[in-house]
């Protein structure tokens, strides 16, 4: 026989549990606990248990949650990324009030609940002598039970004696459970094997939660449109093309057909455009948005972006380029030039003949003469 | 407490303290009556009715995979009225989960003891409820794979999530209350737990009520933690679900919408909420009644006062819509007018009377005793109240948006065959998981019932000290 946990007495009524205990714990032989089915009015005063100290601990995790919200929503819409919405100072508390309440419940609920279990009562612990009792059936039923805990010099015998002068109808000795070496091979070996598949199937996991699942559809992000892309094939045109040359005798808005290949053809062109405050307004946003990455801001040949690939932008200021008529200025624009791509598709004819404008207009303001200044 | 002993016994009987149970019922009669479940086979009925439910679950399912295949254009919803079945469903379920925490919790820091019998499975329903509730939100934004977006977390985008958003609020306040109600529903089924754990041969069901019931053992050092957690549980909750119905109504109060833009809508929807929870309560308690055979647990007193809630919340539904009405009439507002003429005429007018008798209407039937009693008006009535709920929400939603302040842009609301089914489905879910609750786990708190059965506390006997 292994040494003694504790002595257990059955009884079969909360009043016969009641009238018991204070006759056992008289005897000061151990620890006195009670088990019972359901809570029992006035058992913990009769066993003399302190105060569960729950309330304070909700009390002041409840504190901390609504302080952690308030500091959280507070840095968040605040500082970090001051958001105003509805005229509202940012850091107006009054918002934050509904989350505080919510994250105040969640934190005293976790608090209660967990701390209860995890720290006040040390559940989960499945390796404990009662539970391994015969008395456990009754305990969880209908039958309520007294335990004299061994410690010390700790005599069976005794609290057995107690416990029956007591009223006690069972009477049970439960045993320290044996515990037998924890690091065996197989343990080890076990675990091992444990912690190489619990790796694998986590792994393999999130492989599929990050690269896969994200490209199956549905989730693919509207990338599925009831449209064509350009190269795109068609089943609704004949010729089986999703790009199409536009219906013959037709001109799309704003593109005015020219059969222009050479510079030499557009040189003579004259700019249609008036030369007002408007027309050099647009044509001031055309060449921040397409020429300015390349030509500068000024038009000095001084990227904004330096051109990854070495290509020197020219200079627009120079006195070949000032020498240009607007024509070429056009055509070059329309067809390109060394490096320098087509813009024809991504600016329309006004647009291309106010840039025109605004350029003139920029080589006027760089190299000034003494009248323009009177 | 025994109320046979509390009262001198020449008290008539209407003022003694009703009998929760009926017959005798002992800790271990009560045992073998309600853990008896988990340990059968259930009955041939009971996979009837669980293939049924879980075919109309399955029903649901392919509409909201249709629904995310193709995006929510598969919806009825279009310009003005976005928030159509999608949010309706989302605060009748929401609403419906409120009976079960106002049982477990309310009910219980004011200690009424008819709670016992009853708020575990009015717990469960509330935890399937949120769960069915939840799944709008979610299908509704359209791309639910990224719905992690609603949580504030660092990202590579810089962004926050805007605080002052009243849909924020109410991400958080729905998270929360579904947490805590899992939480409450747990410690309440620990003890239980134990309960089956000791009763049940080994075996796998044994082996996972063991880890389930965490070790539970009954010790007086434990209840006394026990007891404490689960008053403040309680206290929590009480203000909780309180809370939650009314973020939810700012969902709507805080907008311009005419007929949103309401200061009584918190209490309102708090008190419909209870209402439609109660409704359902009552539904399935009569079916788990009658089918596992509970008559002396779940008692005509019970199933009687759940009837007087329904309709004392009846009654203030009506007292809510009639404040409504009244202070769209006095705010001289002629859009408001327009909206609160609209609920009862117009297009959608029928949606107004059918709302208004059902839950005002036919619940005043209650005030009878007989149908308080009696299954078949308890039945209409709860139905009715689901309906008329549902109906209610459909009102404040579809009808304030199809007609707002431009009547250029105002547009009739038509749900799709896909809004149908989804509907549909969140029912076949909830009851699915009813049934399954119902055969798995100890529908009523056999624990929590045995302390308050006669002779169960000390100090009430002969040999009182």
Known sequence: MSETFAVLGLFDSADALMEAIPKVRAKALGRVEAYTPYPVHGLDEA???????????????????????????????????????????????????????????????????????????????????????????????????????????????????????????????????????????????????????????????????????????????????????????????????????????????????????????????????????????????????????????????????????????????????????????????????????SYAADMAVDDRWAVVHYVRALQRALNAKDEDVR | MNPEASYPSGLPQTLRAPAMTVGTVTPGSLDDQVLRFPAQAPPRKWYLALAFTSLVACIGMGFIGYTFYTGIGAWGNNSPVFWAFDIINFVFWVGIGHAGTLISAILFVFRKRWRNAIARFAEAMTIFAVMCAGLFPLIHVGRPWLAFWLAPYPNQRGLWTNFRSPLLWDVFAVSTYFSVSLMFWYLGLLPDLASLRDRTAPGIRKTLYTILSLGWRGAASHWQHYEKAYLLLAGLATGLVLSVHSVVSFDFATSIVPGWHMTIFPPYFVVGAIFAGFAMVVMVLIVVRESMDLQNLITDFHLEVMNKVILGMSCLMGYAYVVEAFTAWYSMNPILHHTFLNYISGTYGWAGWLTMGCNVAIPQLLWFRHCRRSYFWMILVALGVTVGMWFERFVIIVVSLHQDYLPSAWHNYRPTLVDYGILLGSFGIFFSLVLLFARVLPVIATTELKAILPGAQPGHGAHHE
């Open chain 1, 47 to 341: 066993l003399g248990l302190r105060r569960s100290p729950l309330g304070g601990m909700v009390l002041v995790m409840g504190v901390l949650g609504v302080l952690t919200a308030l500091l959280f929503q507070w840095w968040m819409s605040a500082v970090d990324y001051p958001l105003v919405t509805g005229g509202k100072d940012p850091s107006s508390w009054q918002a934050f009030v509904p989350i505080m309440f919510e994250i105040m419940v969640l934190f005293a609920t976790f608090t209660a609940g967990l701390g209860m279990l995890l720290l006040l009562n040390r559940l989960p612990h499945w390796g404990h002598p009662v539970l391994q009792s015969q008395a456990i059936r009754g305990i969880t039923r209908d039958r309520f039970a007294l335990a004299v805990e061994a410690d010390g010099a700790f005599d069976p015998a005794s609290a057995r004696s107690a416990l029956a002068d007591a009223g006690a109808l069972e009477i049970e000795v439960l045993p320290v459970p044996a515990a037998g070496p924890m690091f065996t091979a197989s343990f080890i070996q076990r675990s091992l094997a444990g912690i190489a598949a619990a790796c694998v199937v986590s792994g393999s996991l999130l492989y599929w939660a990050i690269k896969l699942m994200p490209v199956l559809p549905p989730m693919v992000h509207m990338e599925n449109q009831p449209k064509l892309d350009p190269q795109e094939s068609s089943t609704f045109f004949k010729d089986g093309h999703g790009m199409q040359l536009p219906v013959a005798g037709t001109v799309a808005r704003g593109f005015l057909p020219f059969a222009m290949t050479t510079p030499e053809q557009s040189a003579g062109l004259v700019n249609p455009l008036p030369r007002t405050p408007a027309v050099l307004a647009r044509g001031r946003a055309q060449y921040q948005v397409h020429c300015a990455v390349c030509h500068g801001v000024l038009g000095d040949g001084v990227p904004t972006l330096t051109a990854a690939y070495g290509a020197k932008p020219a200079n627009l200021h120079t006195p070949a380029i000032r020498a240009y008529s607007d024509g070429t200025l056009y055509g070059t624009i329309v067809l390109g030039k060394n490096a320098m791509p």
